[in-house]
């Protein structure tokens, strides 16, 4: 451990810790954009900006090292125009729609413009102009509200591996984009949307959640497609799943979800959904309730094994299940029927 001074407080944090790590740790806060602790700091935003006595001018407390004897500033009237004047330039190559964005109310831009009182745009000039791309039914990638944090390029780098979003251009004419700036579908995306869990705008968002409003509430579950056991937050409006976002607390997946995980609940409300068993009768299905299927199964099962023995039955359990129910599965197949024919669909 080792010992620094943040704002008159002298705190220990652990030896290669950063000075926004130390703060944290400490209870200080300092704002941020372009930082996620689960991906590799970067620098890019300058908004956690602090004066380090010795230090050339303000550094980034993301990539400025804790050092023992470090003397830090972290809320200075230097800083907070400093910080002021990145988020003006920002806001004045940014979009002014935030009423009818999609991040309304839930925009890491927005929050710090308010939190450090900025009403007007100072700055003006030449504003960036880019297509929409929506060629997918996942994923909007909207560069004309990009900040150019870099965290959706990390978090495909180094979180899923995948690659796909890059710096492209230079300059005034920098922005993110796939190999060759080629639509979504054309590139390597699985479309997992772990970037828009990590944008802090509206420059990527859920397609299906467009224009669906603010969740009334949160519900942390477990995402039903297979036996990883992935959390999420379903977000509930009127009674209503409009869509999944990442849970970060989840020691399963954190961020990560797959395509289906995230896209693929749109089931939920389906009218062509079965809520009831079904039963066939005359040649038809017909709704019964739980008690008339698990009976009529169980009379079924029973009058095969009487006539024929145990192993003229089998089971074939499924991935989707949680591996408690493979378990009870295979048990209730080997205990209960009496024979060992039970197989599972991941099986090579």
Known sequence: MIRLTIDGQIIETPEGSTVLEAARNAGVRIPTLCHLADLTPEGACRVCVVEVEGARGLVTACTYPASAGLVVRTNSAAIREARKSVIELMLAN??????SCQRNLDCELQTLANN?????IRFTGERREYAVDDSNP????????????????RVCQQVQCCDVLE???????????PAFD?????????????????????????????HAGLPDKKVKTTCPFCGVGCNFDLNVKDDKVIGVTSN???????RLTCVKGRF???YVHSPERLTTPLIKKDGDFVAATWDEALDLITARFAAIKNAHGGDALAALSSARCVNEENYLMQKFMRAVIGTNNIDHCART
């Not at 940014?94 to 009423?99: A, E, W």
């Not at 080629?182 to 467009?210: D, H, I, N």
């Open 264 to 266: 693929g609940i749109d």
């Open 167 to 177: 710096w492209t251009n230079r300059g005034f004419d920098t922005k993110i984009a």
């Open 116 to 120: 450090l009182g900025i009403r007007e």
């Open 94 to 99: 940014h979009p002014q729609d935030c009423l």
């Open 182 to 210: 080629v639509p979504m579908p054309e590139s390597s995306c699985v479309f997992c949307g772990t970037c828009v869990s990590a944008c802090p705008v509206g420059a990527l968002t859920e397609k299906p959640m467009r």
């Open 248 to 254: 970060l607390t989840s020691a399963v997946n954190g």
């Open 138 to 153: 996942f994923i909007i990638r909207d560069n004309n509200k990009c900040i150019l944090c870099g965290r959706c390029v």
